[in-house]
């Protein structure tokens, strides 16, 4: 059992209150998922300034420096990499390091992985910014200064763990292609014949987790140019299990159920916002609620809602 809550905002006058409004979406998820959580934001300028690229890492749990000194050693050796040797910005967020240039993706990524192979690259883009650690989930909103973020789209996971160690690795949205994230609720069945198959197509797993199969899977789907829905649709067909899958990228935002939908998801719409959440209550203090369709998903339907 976790909780899932996500925000997709139309109406750019609301784009100063995501992180108020999905703090407080979070909070009323937290029993599903005591132990850890995650959130993504889309648009948050503090720490993804426009034309920088954002990476966002956990960094070795253990070491001979304390967590200030070694972000600091990892901004310093990353600053050296980069062409032209710009100051990335740094953002520390409990477990979580950010560091943003004016530089493309890949090369952030590329860079990071120079200055220090052991970081584990947790999210990335041109848009986006990561954050994942255990604990309460809302002691790591207030940690995360989740109610201050400003963007377009959000979300975030309240974890029980089930399938993987409760550790920052283990925590949802799994983001492993460039301004993509997927949270999960429920568990796949096959996840680890699927990942065999991935392996040999020669894609990398950071954790144990049977989620971030799933993300690999919509990851490299949406690499061979499917889109949101197709990549949905074919998982569908290919996954076995409880699952409901709220999914996004640069400019989308998609929702998913197994064949059975026993995992809960609920979704309002209005013409301000869409919002997804295991559970009403979640949306239930969301500004028009009052006006929204508010409907289950059914099973094995991809809905997709684009910015």
């Given at each position: 059992?976790?909780?899932?809550?996500g925000?997709?905002?139309?109406?750019?006058?609301?784009?100063?209150?995501?992180?108020?409004?999905?703090?407080g979406?979070?909070?009323?998820?937290?029993?599903?998922?005591?132990?850890?959580?995650?959130?993504?934001?889309?648009?948050?300028h503090?720490r993804?300034?426009?034309?920088?690229?954002?990476?966002?890492v956990?960094?070795?749990?253990?070491?001979?420096?304390?967590?200030?000194?070694?972000?600091?050693?990892?901004?310093?050796?990353?600053?050296?990499?980069?062409?032209?040797?710009?100051?990335?910005?740094?953002?520390?967020?409990?477990?979580?390091?950010v560091?943003?240039?004016?530089?493309?993706?890949?090369?952030?990524?590329?860079?990071?992985?120079?200055?220090?192979?052991?970081?584990?690259?947790?999210?990335?883009?041109?848009?986006?910014?990561?954050?994942?650690?255990?604990?309460?989930p809302?002691?790591?909103?207030?940690?995360?200064?989740?109610?201050?973020?400003?963007?377009?789209?959000?979300?975030?996971?309240?974890?029980?763990?089930?399938?993987?160690?409760?550790?920052?690795?283990?925590?949802h949205?799994?983001?492993?292609?460039?301004?993509?994230?997927?949270?999960?609720?429920?568990?796949?069945?096959?996840?680890?014949?699927?990942?065999?198959?991935?392996?040999?197509?020669?894609?990398?797993?950071?954790?144990?987790?049977?989620?971030?199969?799933?993300?690999?899977?919509?990851?490299?789907?949406?690499?061979?140019?499917?889109?949101?829905?197709?990549?949905?649709?074919?998982?569908?067909?290919?996954?076995?299990?409880f699952?409901?899958?709220?999914?996004?990228n640069?400019?989308?935002?998609?929702?998913?159920?197994?064949?059975?939908?026993?995992?809960?998801?609920?979704?309002?719409?209005?013409?301000?916002?869409?919002?997804?959440?295991?559970?009403?209550?979640?949306?239930?203090?969301?500004?028009?609620i009052?006006?929204?369709?508010?409907?289950e998903?059914?099973?094995?339907?991809?809905?997709?809602?684009?910015?």
């Amino acid at each position: 059992m976790c909780g899932i809550v996500g925000l997709h905002l139309r109406d750019p006058e609301l784009y100063p209150r995501l992180g108020q409004l999905l703090a407080g979406m979070l909070g009323q998820v937290v029993e599903r998922g005591p132990d850890s959580a995650g959130v993504a934001v889309y648009g948050d300028h503090r720490r993804c300034p426009p034309g920088h690229a954002a990476v966002s890492v956990l960094l070795p749990a253990a070491g001979p420096r304390p967590p200030a000194a070694a972000r600091a050693a990892l901004a310093a050796a990353v600053r050296d990499v980069l062409p032209g040797s710009p100051e990335p910005l740094v953002t520390a967020a409990g477990a979580t390091t950010v560091l943003a240039a004016p530089t493309d993706v890949d090369t952030l990524v590329g860079a990071v992985g120079q200055a220090d192979p052991a970081a584990l690259v947790v999210g990335f883009g041109n848009d986006l910014t990561v954050y994942k650690d255990v604990g309460n989930p809302r002691e790591l909103a207030a940690t995360y200064d989740l109610a201050g973020a400003q963007g377009w789209q959000g979300l975030a996971h309240t974890r029980m763990a089930t399938e993987s160690a409760v550790d920052p690795q283990g925590c949802h949205p799994f983001s492993v292609g460039p301004d993509q994230c997927l949270v999960h609720n429920g568990s796949f069945a096959n996840h680890a014949t699927i990942r065999r198959e991935l392996r040999r197509e020669g894609v990398r797993f950071d954790s144990e987790n049977d989620s971030e199969v799933g993300a690999r899977f919509v990851a490299a789907r949406l690499a061979e140019g499917a889109d949101l829905d197709k990549a949905l649709r074919l998982l569908c067909e290919r996954f076995d299990g409880f699952y409901t899958l709220l999914v996004t990228n640069g400019d989308g935002f998609a929702v998913v159920r197994d064949a059975i939908a026993c995992k809960p998801a609920v979704i309002a719409e209005t013409a301000a916002w869409v919002a997804m959440a295991s559970e009403f209550r979640a949306l239930a203090d969301l500004p028009g609620i009052d006006g929204a369709r508010i409907y289950e998903p059914e099973p094995e339907k991809v809905y997709v809602w684009h910015r």
